[in-house]
């Protein structure tokens, strides 16, 4: 199993799902705008120095708690109810976990836990365990 918080002042609230496309010779090229590459580059650098010893190769449940800063009238551990959705903020963030070593594909992910809610201390609770 592997636990852990990613404190972040900034939680990354654009998501993969966010690319643009160009034409150039009369084919599609998909790319990543400035924000979503600073996006994963921010979660790509904490992340780092969490990697397991050994890619998970089995079954993985993977649970998220996105944990973004408060404002207005929420409360600390309110649940956040509007964007980004919880699907997209997934799939960069597993992106980010197969690119950094976490386990061997992300289709090994079989169960999902993703919640997100205001708070006063911010970041994204991650906990991986084996099924």
Known sequence: MTEFFMAME???????????VTVR???PIFYDPPEIKNAKQK???NLQRHVPSE???TGIRLIT???FPKGGSHRN???????????NLAKMLKDCMTKCGFWTDD???ASEVIEKFWADVTGIYIKVEEL
């Open 25 to 27: 010779n009369g084919k």
């Open 77 to 87: 551990g309110e649940y956040r109810t509007t964007k980004p959705d919880t699907d």
């Open 55 to 57: 890619p998970y190769r």
């Open 65 to 67: 708690k996105w944990c």
């Open 43 to 45: 979660l790509l650098s």
């Open 10 to 20: 900034d939680v990354p609230t654009v998501t993969a799902q966010e690319h643009k």
């Open 107 to 109: 289709a090994l992910v």
